[in-house]
């Protein structure tokens, strides 16, 4: 009798035993579901923030592609100034040396003025 007793115990604590196991394996089941479940999502969540970010820098694209064309215009358009440029320095020093040329003119006629009332002051007047 006392075998069939501790035959009945041990089929009873292999019946706990294997309950006890499949909940583990049960919850352990669970708990990975949801840790890739978590993952998911999270992963879900990346590619529609990559896919707003590119979105959002397609456009960035575009305005960099038009300021490149500006910037190429506008060193057109530089270019064609360059001979103006040129011309205006030129015609600044043209400038400027014609100044000296007056500045030069000027004090000789200014000699040429005192001279004059020197000589006017010193003729005796009939």
Known sequence: MEREEKKTIAVG????????????????????????????????LVERMNLRVAEEYSGFGDLASQLRIY?????????????????????????????AAIAMLDNHVSLLEAKVYKNNNNVPHS
């Open 71 to 99: 910037v190429e215009q506008l060193s057109k358009k530089n270019g064609q100034f360059e001979d103006y440029t040129e011309q205006i320095e030129n015609i600044d020093q043209q400038v400027t040396q014609f100044e």
């Open 13 to 44: 604590d292999a019946d706990e035993l294997a309950d006890s196991l499949s909940d583990l394996f049960t919850s352990l089941s669970s708990m990975v579901q949801g840790e890739l479940q978590g993952t998911s999502n999270i992963l879900e």
